[in-house]
């Protein structure tokens, strides 16, 4: 396992550091061309050819922008841009719009560790195999352990000033939307994030990314107590 680690993280910097010798001289771009593809290759020949997973060694524009930077500091504001343009234009909202869930629905999946299996894949869709995973990063609830990868997230609907008393107005559902697009693609909000994309990956449903919002806004969610 450590070993496989170690092989994705050096084909990762191949790929981050073969970019900027490309721009140099045209032989260069040639090797660099050759590096990709031998890397892509050691890489595929571990990898199941069902297409059901194949489609998932493909790196999306966004990812492909966000690979030529080692952080998110060093990257030109034009690229962020980009990155956040098209996460944007990915959001889908659930039928009913942006309106609260069921926190409860939202409380299961954030705790499920399964998180990010591929529920749609069809061998596989009982409601029980989707999970959010979300403590692997976050703090949540109080007193439950969890990760510190992400910020805490206790107390989060107080953050946004979720009450009782404004919770359905237009300014507070605005506010509602926000963490949504957070949480169906984190990139649309902070671009390249190791936060997972579960919306645009097809993990999550809106409606599941909806239970969840409503799990860490709504004044009655254990989250806000
Ligand atoms: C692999 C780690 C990881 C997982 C899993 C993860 N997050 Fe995050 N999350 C982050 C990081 C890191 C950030 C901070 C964004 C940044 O700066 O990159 C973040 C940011 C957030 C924010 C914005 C916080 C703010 O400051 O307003 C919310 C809300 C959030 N995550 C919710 C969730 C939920 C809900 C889940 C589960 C469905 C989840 N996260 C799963 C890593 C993760």
């Excluded at 942006?98 to 869709?125: C, H, L, M, Q, T």
């Excluded at 957070?182 to 994030?193: D, E, G, L, T, V």
Aim: with cysteine; glycine share 8%.
């Amino acid at each position: 396992m450590k070993r496989i680690a170690l092989t994705v993280s050096a084909i990762l910097l191949l790929f981050a550091t073969a970019e900027p010798k490309q721009k140099k001289a045209q032989p260069k771009k040639q090797e660099a061309t050759s590096v990709q593809q031998e890397a892509m290759k050691v890489l595929m020949s571990g990898f199941s050819t069902d297409p059901r997973f194949t489609w998932k060694t493909q790196q999306d524009e966004a990812q492909r922008i966000c690979s030529q930077y080692p952080s998110m500091e060093a990257m030109p504001a034009q690229a962020i841009q980009k990155v956040i343009q098209l996460s944007q234009a990915d959001l889908r909202y659930p039928q009913w719009g942006i309106f609260w869930g069921d926190w409860r629905e939202g409380k299961k999946i954030v705790e499920n560790p399964r998180g990010g299996r591929f529920a749609s894949y069809g061998f596989s869709d009982s409601p029980t195999d989707k999970g959010g995973n979300c403590y692997a990063c976050h703090l949540i609830e109080k007193g439950m352990p969890g990760g510190t990868m992400g910020p805490n997230l206790y107390q989060y609907g107080k953050r946004w000033n979720i009450t009782k008393e404004n919770m359905n107005t237009q300014e507070a559902l605005e506010r509602v939307k926000a963490v949504y697009n957070i949480i169906y693609n984190s990139w649309s909000a902070f671009p390249c994030s190791s936060m997972p994309r579960f919306g645009h990956n097809g993990a999550l449903s809106p409606e599941d990314v909806m239970n969840i919002v409503t799990y860490l806004l709504h004044p009655d969610s254990p989250v806000n107590k």
